[in-house]
């Protein structure tokens, strides 16, 4: 325990964060006392520990890296998932439509390739003369600009869900569907 800073340090250089080198701290004092008597005598018992901490950071990024690639794969199969039924597309409040006519025609392009066309970042890219990593900020940008629209012409529907209403588009509100 008189090594704690060292470890610490040690550890620290070798990670991303503090935090991770201190988990990774905790887990290799476990496994310390756990596995100590296994040390041979020749052998120091600090040498053994900073083995051992080596061990922990190759384990860390070997996890790290696992479980990236689950998120990644999980991600995918959300995204091919995520597509509403075509009765519910149908039933989203048509004054959002209306509103991409409001927004900046950059914005506007943007949300026509990825949102209704379901085209990728790669093609708003190609389409615009702009880098993937710019199309992405580009269509975060446009939903934020027509989330806000939303906000101004649905008011509280806004809030509060937009299936089945009639937006005014005087800004004014939302008037219940009358059947």
């Avoid at 900073?50 to 061990?55: A, D, H, I, S, T």
């Avoid at 939903?143 to 806004?158: D, I, M, P, T, W």
Wanted: charged share 30%; net charge negative.
């Amino acid at each position: 325990m008189e090594h704690h800073r060292q470890f610490l340090a040690f550890l620290q250089t070798r990670v991303e964060s503090r935090a991770a080198a201190e988990d990774i701290l905790q887990s290799a004092f476990v496994k310390g006392l756990e596995r100590g008597a296994e040390v041979r005598d020749e052998e120091s018992i600090v040498a053994w520990f900073y083995r051992v901490l080596r061990n922990a950071v190759i384990d860390h990024y070997r996890h790290r890296a696992s479980t990236e690639r689950a998120m990644e794969g999980w991600g995918k199969e959300f995204v091919a998932h995520e597509a509403p039924e075509v009765e519910l597309k149908d039933e989203i409040c048509q004054c959002v439509s209306g509103l991409l006519d409001t927004l900046k025609p950059e914005y506007r392009d943007a949300l026509r390739i990825i949102d209704l066309d379901e085209g990728s970042l790669n093609d708003l890219a190609k389409k615009a003369g702009i880098t993937s990593g710019n199309a992405a900020v580009r269509v975060h940008r446009a939903r934020e600009a027509l989330r806000k629209q939303v906000r101004v012409v649905c008011g509280s529907c806004a809030e509060h869900g937009c299936l089945d209403c009639h937006c005014k588009a005087d800004g004014s509100g939302c008037e219940p569907h009358k059947s």
